[in-house]
T-cell receptor, first 117, second 112 residues
């Protein structure tokens, strides 16, 4: 089945540093990737939609300068949390959708647990 | 806008019990419907899906039928196992970009 790899799976950083999270589709081409944030015991909140070769589309209330998204190829999207602070601590999950056909399901990575001290 | 409503949890069952998790939705047009499962510390895995009315999605003993008349997509399993313990999310996608709208999720715990 479709595999999406997310790296790192867990990161702890000091406040003020920037953290980059990678999302790769390993066995298919993904023109669209999605970035979600999940708070403890809550549902996933869509942060942005990333289309290969173009600027990401951010959801209302998500700071684009804070959460930088780059979708440079059909198999890789990155999310950079810039100048991270403790309130950015969360579980971040990416997903990827195959380029062919409508209503294709999203395939999810295993998530990245980010802790900012 | 689109929305998904799941029954309140958590749900605790004994092994081999019957499971039903309710899910209803509100959407314009004709969405696709999904159930995703999240095991502890992991991302989401697609459990099953249905893309049009009266379709039944099934996988690993779980089933859900796309009911347009009741705008529902309830998840069922006849006999749960301890390994089914996880968080279950109902979701829909619609529109050209197929963004997913998730329900709040429900935690299922199955006792031996």
């Amino acid at each position: 089945g479709a595999v999406v790899s997310q790296h790192p799976s867990w990161v702890i950083c000091k406040s003020g540093t920037s953290v980059k999270i990678e999302c790769r589709s390993l066995d298919f081409q993904a023109t669209t990737m999605f970035w979600y944030r999940q708070f403890p015991k809550q549902s996933l909140m869509l942060m942005a939609t990333s289309n290969e070769g173009s600027k990401a589309t951010y959801e209302q209330g998500v700071e684009k300068d804070k959460f930088l998204i780059n979708h440079a190829s059909l198999t890789l999207s990155t999310l950079t949390v810039t100048s991270a602070h403790p309130e950015d601590s969360s579980f971040y999950i990416c997903s990827a959708r195959r380029w062919t056909g409508e209503n294709q399901p999203q395939h999810f990575g295993d998530g990245t647990r980010l802790s900012i001290l | 806008g689109d929305s998904v409503t799941q029954m309140e949890g958590p749900v605790t069952l004994s092994e081999e019990a019957c499971l039903t998790i309710n899910c209803t939705y509100t959407a314009t047009g004709y969405p696709s419907l999904f159930w995703y499962v999240q095991y502890p510390g992991e991302g989401l895995q697609l459990l099953l899906k249905a893309t049009k009315a009266d379709d039944k999605g099934s996988n690993k003993g779980f089933e859900a039928t796309y009911r347009k008349e009741t705008t529902s997509f309830h998840l069922e399993k006849g006999s749960v196992q301890v390994s089914d313990s996880a968080v279950y999310f109902c979701a829909l996608s619609s529109g050209a970009n197929s963004k997913l709208t998730f329900g709040k999720g429900i935690t299922l715990s199955v006792r031996p």
